[in-house]
């Protein structure tokens, strides 16, 4: 039935499976989260496999993956944290437009070298925008489907595309950037001063484990503690993406997509924007180290970063 | 004004080191001259107590660049906090049905149950901002005998509207969350609508007030909402 147009269902949601696009923008002064992939590298690159606008709504989904049914013909990419994808007994590839037949099921397993893998549907996810944006707001409850993360039995449409492209990768061409493990890089935070030099120093030095209690909107770490020299009560302020804030108990908290807008806590370094997706890669028990560099090395490596992610395609 | 690099993506402006409205005033006056601009390489904009955080394109703009945006601001025009603020009325019920935490308010402060009603409705406050989450505003101005501290185990559920009452702070949940605010009251009115325009009920620079309803007017008002 031609115009009629896909439609995607949920059989199984998998562990956390919602809705996101680039995120939320110009609503921070209303208390407004960001919000948008955990991991946008991979969604762009999902995207882009696909023919999609780099940033269209995709499926982010979280450890354990979805199953979902097409009732069409659908080209899809599966990109970011390895995890065995099958339609049948068919092996779905990562980073590689695939077309699923009409009627059948594609299953995704668990994650087994990151957090979140991204399902990109040719021609995007048909959700309502709000606030110029398709991303699922969990703590606001609107956004993506329904303002939640995906449960069994819904269904959401894809919009039509007329001239469907395919934009396939050079062959390993996200293995040396994507797999990087080396420390997370990170600059001063806004409330730097209120920590000794020996103090932050020794946060650089630590290695800290991602608690079991980390979600989109925080990851909290576990490791030496971190006290503040200041003692007196931060006035609330405004808490940049990626902040990494220590609370009285001095384990530091990387405030991240679905984060408050504003905060209490004083923050000590701050996570660069080219490191973000990474963030978004962390499973519980990971451990993390952190690199201090400055501002112009930290807009360098996000130059270098958009750079490369305009040569991973073959022409 | 101090200006703090915060991250490779944004900067902190910073006018003081108190809760003061004149303070407030300069916060929201740099607030609403970076709205003007509607300038796209600037993402986002939070107002707090005392600081504006500029949040930017960093593949658009440098620190140093949003830095003498703000500098040529300030000189050419002078802070207009108080554009477009409006005093909000907010309904509330503080029956105990909604107010579970009245009881103990009363016992903290020493004063009877009718008296913490009347004190935290005749107060006006101020928006300082909105911030934590969609629609949640950060009130100053409540009577210093009112302050009481927040309960040593959060509720894991708020319903959307309840008052509460968290050491000097007052403050309405605009959506169902954990919390650990001392509840003593609920609102009819809705204080976030995503799908509204704007999508919540008081903006930054607002003076608020609390009046008093009863059951009745409370379920009217929900009525009238529904």
Known sequence: MPGAGVSIRVVKPGLFTSVQDRGRFGYAHLGISPCGAADAVSLRIA??????????????????????????????????????????????????????????????????????????????????????????????????????????GDILSVRHVNQPRIRPLRTGALKEEMRSRGAIRVTSGAQRDWFRNETFANFLANSYAVSEQSDRAGLRLKGDMVSARETRQLLTDGIPLGAIQVPQDGQPIILFVDQQTTGGYPKIANVIAADMHRIGQLRPRDEVRFAEVSIPEAIEALRAQERWLKVIWQD | MKIVVASDSSILVEFGDRIDPEIQDHVLGLFHALRALDDPRIRNLHPGYVSLLVDFDPLALSPQDVQALIE?????????????????????????????????????????????????????????????????????????????PRLATPRRAVVAGSVGIAGGQTGIYPTETPGGWRLIGRTPVEMFNPLAQPPTRVQSGDIVRFDPINRVEFEQLCRERA
Do not use: W
């Open chain 2, 72 to 148: 040529s601001l300030r000189s050419n025009r002078a802070p207009a906090a108080r554009d477009g603020s409006a005093i909000v009325a907010i309904p509330v019920c503080y029956d105990l049905e909604f107010g579970p935490d009245l009881a103990d308010v009363s016992a903290y402060t020493g004063l009877s149950a009718e008296e913490v009603v009347r004190l935290h409705s005749s107060a006006t406050y101020r928006v300082c901002f909105l911030g934590f989450t969609g629609g949640f505003a950060y009130l100053a101005g409540m009577p210093e005998v009112l302050h009481t």
């Open chain 1, 47 to 152: 995207n882009l496999l696909v023919g999609n606008d780099e940033y269209a709504a995709a499926l982010e989904m979280t450890l354990l993956g979805a199953t979902v049914e097409f009732d069409e013909p659908t080209l899809v990419a599966i990109s970011g944290a390895n995890c065995e994808c099958k339609v049948g007994s068919n092996q779905i590839a990562p980073n590689c437009p695939v077309e699923i037949p009409a009627g059948s099921m594609l299953e995704c397993g668990s994650t087994t070298d990151g957090a979140r893998c991204y399902l990109a549907v040719q021609g995007a996810l048909d959700v309502p925008a709000v606030m110029g944006s398709a991303s699922t707001d969990s703590r606001g409850r609107f956004g993506g489907y329904q303002g939640r993360r995906l449960q069994a």
